[in-house]
Nanobody
């Protein structure tokens, strides 16, 4: 599975962005997808994830109520809608996938995208 994340950018606090993760490959539509982020000087952290069939969603406490994950298997795309953005959401965001799995933050995720930068100004 190959992953391509996009949609990052610069936004003011309180604004919104939607990230996309396009997957290609034989098992793309049957893979769970997780979103992770890494801020400068910090460890990578789990943001949220969606199971392979979209039936289960998981979010980190820090983003619950503000971020929403969805998937369109016809387009092999998973979205991360980010609302009410805060400066502390600034990070490089990565999508990752694993075949047939759930979307929790527990490792392993077998495939990783290249990351997209999100910067939230105060």
């Amino acid at each position: 599975v190959q992953l391509q994340a996009s949609g990052g950018g610069l936004v003011q606090a309180g604004g919104s962005l939607r990230l996309s993760c396009v997957a290609s490959g034989r098992t793309a539509s049957s893979s769970a997808v997780g979103w992770f982020r890494q801020a400068p000087g910090k460890e990578r952290e789990f943001v949220g994830g969606i199971s392979w069939n979209g039936g289960s969603l998981y979010y980190a406490d820090s983003v619950k109520g503000r971020f929403t994950i969805s998937r369109d298997n016809a387009k092999n795309t998973v979205y991360l809608q980010m609302n009410s953005l805060k400066p502390e959401d600034t990070a490089v965001y990565y999508c990752a996938a694993r075949p047939w799995g759930d979307g929790t933050g527990q490792p392993p995720y077998n495939y990783w995208g290249q990351g997209t930068q999100v910067t939230v100004s105060s």
